[in-house]
């Protein structure tokens, strides 16, 4: 069974960073792409950073593009978003997500299946 479970949320001032980790078990050759999305209050979730693990190939919103970097470190099983340069409009919740494709991040679809989310981790950006 995957489980996602992150950490490193919190609250900064703009322009300040945070590193958020994701440590996952149970993924599987069905789920090789792990990475980020977030929601912010009264908004839709949106994709903000995804890795294939195998290749190392990775897909980031144009929102984050400059400022956020996805890594991975294999013998920990864990994937990294390093948030620089954060706004306010980066305030939300991040999921830590698991899925089949990058195409789940580059074109976002919440019907498709075969994807699992962690439980989420609050970042606060203040002015």
């Known amino acids: 069974q995957v489980q996602l479970v992150e950490s490193g949320g919190g609250s900064v001032q703009a322009g300040g960073s945070l590193r958020l980790s994701c440590v996952a078990t149970g993924v599987t050759h069905t789920t090789p792409c792990l990475g980020w999305f977030r929601q912010a209050p009264g908004k839709a979730r949106e994709p903000v950073a995804g890795l294939y693990t195998p290749a190392g190939t990775i897909h980031y919103d144009d929102s984050v593009k400059g400022r956020f970097t996805i890594s991975q470190d294999n013998a920990k099983n864990t994937v990294y978003l390093q948030m620089n340069s954060l706004k306010p409009e980066d305030t939300a919740i991040y999921y830590c997500?698991?899925?089949?494709?990058?195409?789940?991040?580059?074109?976002?679809?919440?019907?498709?299946?075969?994807?699992?989310w962690g439980q989420g981790t609050q970042v606060t950006v203040s002015e």
């Open positions: 997500v698991a899925a089949a494709t990058l195409t789940y991040w580059e074109h976002y679809d919440p019907e498709l299946r075969n994807n699992y």
